[in-house]
């Protein structure tokens, strides 16, 4: 990662709706359908600063596409932390909480830990009828794809036991359901993995699982016949959690580098855990997708770090600094899970540092050729890499003084090919101080079309592409 002179971190000041974006280059008539992101847009409350990434209040991003034009709108979800945030009073957030001592005496959630925040910032979902941001706190907020608006917290019908959850959600299309997970904290933690059908919004429990630690674990995939977890030893410790001294959540990580990383493979039907072998301690965000190999094993590829220093290294202490932290990039690496001998090998699949991959939604859970992301280590820029996960051969894409976010690959209606298509990126000029959707050619990573944004955005996390 390098350094974006902190404009990737500062608050966004203004909210726009449904603005018609000036596009340089063409934009395929085929693609309908709006992209809409989640991340960070304010940074401060009162004469605050929040100490974390994580931290930032959420601000919604819409892109809708529609025969070649593209339309933008931004706006903050107004949640309760928002409102606390302009009152001046940051609380309950991962890494920043200005209540001290106050945080133990305020209302307890059913686990005796501080309510979570419902600063919702992470990623989106469309559940049942309902939009959803979500974040890693068991709280939703549901808004309106449209116009962005807040509709107010969104609730599962079920009781699925859940302290933490996880943001990212997988959709499944060739199942017709979402895939999730959350962890339950007690005597004896487990991770609890459910579905959801589409157009419910009701969790059915897979499985329960016993957790180690528990695992501070971001994602998730699936195969056709299972569900994959990797339990690495960075551990959510509740005693932390209580301590009056603590910024936030953040402090309940404890990173545990005598216990091993394990993968846990769960059968998708029948609840079972057919495999759980370990490997040495790493961690890892991101999952890249899952599936069945001819000869039976699990593959299942990720964004691999040595340790779990990668968290810290968000902190804005690090970020607003003269460049970015000095820890190590992420780097794609690819887990062989043998259900027979209930044993994992792992090899790397690209030699630089990437992050936020992604697939071709009709390649979930499916075997996949191509993984796009981030692509992390060259100074003065983020690009975006297209790896071959089959010959190993990268395709990169740079421009000086450019930070890529999270890319969206989209495949044309009706290709055959997997990389048939464009990839959706947003993209922060320094340079320009402007943020700009770049519309790659899905094959050759050539930019097709430019569409400058009103304004800078702030570095958001995850986004989803809704067809029309």
Request: proline share 6%.
């Given at each position: 990662?390098t350094h974006?002179?902190g404009?990737?971190?500062?608050?966004?000041e203004s909210?726009?709706e449904d603005?018609v974006?000036e596009?340089?280059?063409?934009?395929?008539?085929?693609?309908?359908g709006?992209?809409?992101?989640n991340g960070?847009?304010k940074f401060e409350?009162?004469?605050?600063?929040v100490?974390?990434?994580f931290?930032?209040?959420?601000?919604?991003?819409?892109y809708?596409?529609d025969d070649?034009?593209?339309r933008?709108?931004?706006?903050?979800?107004?949640?309760?932390a928002?409102?606390?945030?302009v009152?001046g009073?940051?609380?309950?957030?991962?890494?920043?909480d200005?209540?001290?001592w106050?945080?133990?005496?305020?209302?307890?959630?059913?686990?005796?830990?501080p309510?979570?925040?419902?600063?919702?910032?992470?990623?989106?979902?469309?559940?049942?009828d309902?939009?959803v941001?979500?974040?890693?706190?068991?709280?939703?907020?549901?808004?309106?794809?449209?116009?962005?608006?807040t509709r107010?917290?969104?609730?599962f019908?079920?009781?699925?036991?859940?302290h933490?959850t996880a943001?990212?959600?997988v959709?499944?299309p060739?199942?017709d359901e979402?895939?999730g997970f959350?962890?339950?904290?007690?005597?004896?933690p487990q991770?609890?993995?459910?579905r959801?059908?589409?157009g419910?919004?009701?969790?059915?429990r897979i499985?329960?699982v016993?957790a180690?630690?528990?695992?501070y674990i971001?994602d998730?995939?699936?195969?056709d016949d299972?569900v994959?977890l990797?339990?690495?030893?960075l551990?959510?410790?509740v005693?932390?959690?209580?301590n009056?001294?603590?910024?936030?959540?953040m402090?309940m990580?404890d990173?545990?580098p005598?216990?091993?990383?394990?993968?846990?493979v769960?059968?998708?039907?029948?609840g079972?855990?057919?495999?759980d072998?370990?490997l040495?301690?790493v961690?890892?965000?991101?999952?890249v997708?899952?599936y069945?190999?001819d000869?039976g094993?699990?593959v299942?590829?990720?964004?691999?770090?040595?340790d779990?220093?990668?968290?810290d290294?968000?902190?804005l202490a690090e970020l607003?600094?003269?460049g970015f932290?000095?820890?190590?990039?992420?780097?794609l690496?690819?887990?062989?899970?043998?259900?027979?001998?209930?044993?994992?090998?792992r090899?790397h699949l690209y030699?630089?540092?990437?992050?936020?991959?992604?697939?071709?939604?009709d390649?979930?859970g499916r075997?996949?050729?191509?993984?796009?992301?981030?692509a992390t280590?060259?100074d003065?820029?983020?690009?975006?890499?297209k790896?071959?996960?089959?010959?190993g051969?990268?395709?990169e894409?740079?421009?000086r003084?450019t930070?890529v976010?999270?890319?969206?690959?989209i495949?044309?209606?009706?290709?055959d090919?997997?990389?048939?298509?464009?990839?959706?990126?947003?993209?922060?000029?320094?340079?320009?101080?402007?943020t700009?959707?770049l519309?790659?050619?899905?094959?050759?990573?050539?930019?097709v079309?430019?569409v400058p944004?009103?304004?800078?955005e702030?570095?958001?996390?995850?986004g989803?592409?809704?067809?029309s």
């Amino acid at each position: 990662m390098t350094h974006a002179n902190g404009l990737g971190f500062q608050t966004a000041e203004s909210e726009f709706e449904d603005v018609v974006l000036e596009v340089d280059g063409e934009v395929p008539s085929w693609l309908s359908g709006t992209l809409v992101r989640n991340g960070p847009g304010k940074f401060e409350a009162g004469d605050t600063r929040v100490t974390h990434w994580f931290d930032g209040l959420a601000m919604l991003r819409r892109y809708a596409f529609d025969d070649g034009t593209v339309r933008y709108s931004n706006r903050f979800l107004r949640s309760e932390a928002y409102a606390d945030a302009v009152d001046g009073e940051l609380t309950g957030q991962f890494g920043t909480d200005t209540r001290g001592w106050r945080r133990i005496f305020d209302t307890l959630s059913s686990a005796g830990l501080p309510e979570p925040t419902d600063n919702a910032n992470v990623h989106v979902a469309r559940v049942g009828d309902a939009y959803v941001a979500l974040t890693e706190a068991p709280r939703r907020v549901a808004f309106d794809p449209e116009t962005l608006e807040t509709r107010g917290e969104f609730t599962f019908d079920d009781d699925v036991p859940e302290h933490v959850t996880a943001a990212h959600l997988v959709r499944d299309p060739h199942h017709d359901e979402t895939v999730g997970f959350t962890t339950e904290f007690g005597l004896t933690p487990q991770y609890h993995v459910y579905r959801i059908p589409t157009g419910s919004n009701r969790r059915e429990r897979i499985a329960s699982v016993d957790a180690n630690g528990p695992a501070y674990i971001h994602d998730c995939s699936v195969t056709d016949d299972h569900v994959v977890l990797v339990e690495s030893p960075l551990v959510l410790s509740v005693r932390r959690a209580l301590n009056p001294f603590a910024s936030g959540a953040m402090d309940m990580l404890d990173w545990q580098p005598d216990r091993p990383t394990r993968v846990l493979v769960l059968d998708r039907e029948t609840g079972d855990l057919v495999a759980d072998p370990t490997l040495d301690p790493v961690f890892s965000f991101h999952h890249v997708n899952a599936y069945v190999s001819d000869s039976g094993a699990v593959v299942l590829d990720l964004i691999e770090f040595p340790d779990g220093d990668i968290v810290d290294s968000l902190s804005l202490a690090e970020l607003d600094g003269a460049g970015f932290p000095a820890v190590d990039d992420g780097r794609l690496v690819r887990y062989r899970v043998d259900l027979a001998e209930r044993t994992v090998t792992r090899s790397h699949l690209y030699d630089g540092g990437m992050e936020f991959p992604r697939v071709v939604g009709d390649r979930t859970g499916r075997k996949h050729r191509y993984a796009y992301g981030q692509a992390t280590d060259r100074d003065g820029a983020n690009g975006l890499v297209k790896v071959d996960c089959v010959t190993g051969e990268a395709t990169e894409w740079w421009a000086r003084s450019t930070y890529v976010e999270e890319p969206i690959p989209i495949q044309r209606p009706g290709a055959d090919a997997e990389d048939d298509g464009v990839v959706l990126a947003t993209a922060l000029d320094v340079d320009r101080e402007r943020t700009v959707l770049l519309v790659f050619d899905a094959s050759t990573l050539s930019v097709v079309a430019r569409v400058p944004l009103p304004h800078a955005e702030p570095f958001g996390f995850h986004g989803r592409f809704f067809s029309s």
